[in-house]
T-cell receptor, first 109, second 113 residues
Framework: SQQGEEDPQALSIQEGENATMNCSYK?????LQWYRQNSGRGLVHLIL?????REKHSGRLRVTLDTSKKSSSLLITASRAADTASYFC?????????FGAGTRLFVKA | EAGVAQSPRYKIIEKRQSVAFWCNPI?????LYWYQQILGQGPKLLIQ????????DSQLPKDRFSAERLKGVDSTLKIQPAKLEDSAVYLC???????????FGPGTRLTVT
């Protein structure tokens, strides 16, 4: 089974609202990454958070990591129609990178 | 900086035929990955190279799939013979090494009929 599991599977919000996606995983990790995929640009790396970090920011993105709960969250603030995409978490446990099934985000203009 | 190049972008073959995909990494990236992404799912790692050595191929169906990385640069992934369930997008990604972000190519969409 896949390491990371995103929740919710799908999310529909209005432009300007915040979007929160969660990722849970099973075993210890070195780092956790979030990627975005849309038809126009393919899979794009968003942010990497290492196991000794608790929070990282990049522009409108905020990622948290709770290793005790084996979970991470991705917050997109002030969402835009261009944020419509699938978002994947990917865990690196030192052997290989494992992607979850993704959260499909739809931002309505 | 040029991105990861993949070819072809699309391929349609009949079952039991063979097919090959090519990947050219970003210059200087030692790590190269091949993923299979079935519609509606996340990418599944098939094989990971560090330079021209295999780091992980535990999820590569070795009875039909093979991959090589020539001189630690370009890589090819081959399927022979193809099955209907091999229909997917095959993604190549490269990076500076383990625990670094991966840069993905546009993928090759394979349809097996």
């Amino acid at each position: 089974s896949q390491q990371g599991e995103e929740d919710p599977q799908a999310l529909s919000i209005q432009e300007g609202e915040n979007a929160t996606m969660n990722c849970s995983y099973k075993t210890s990790i070195n780092n956790l990454q979030w990627y975005r995929q849309n038809s126009g640009r393919g899979l794009v790396h968003l942010i990497l958070i290492r196991s000794n970090e608790r929070e990282k920011h990049s522009g409108r993105l905020r990622v948290t990591l709770d290793t005790s709960k084996k979970s991470s969250s991705l917050l997109i603030t002030a969402s835009r129609a261009a944020d419509t995409a699938s978002y994947f978490c990917a865990t690196d446990g030192g052997f290989k990178t494992i992607f979850g099934a993704g959260t499909r985000l739809f931002v309505k203009a | 900086e040029a991105g990861v190049a993949q070819s072809p972008r699309y391929k349609i073959i009949e079952k039991r035929q063979s097919v090959a995909f090519w990947c050219n990494p970003i210059s200087g990236h030692a790590t190269l990955y091949w993923y299979q992404q079935i519609l509606g799912q996340g990418p599944k790692l098939l094989i990971q190279f560090q330079n021209n050595g295999v780091v992980d191929d535990s999820q590569l169906p070795k009875d039909r799939f093979s991959a090589e990385r020539l001189k630690g640069v370009d890589s090819t992934l081959k399927i022979q013979p193809a099955k209907l369930e091999d229909s997917a997008v095959y993604l190549c990604a490269t990076g500076l090494g383990d625990s670094y972000e991966q840069y993905f190519g546009p993928g090759t969409r394979l349809t097996v009929t």
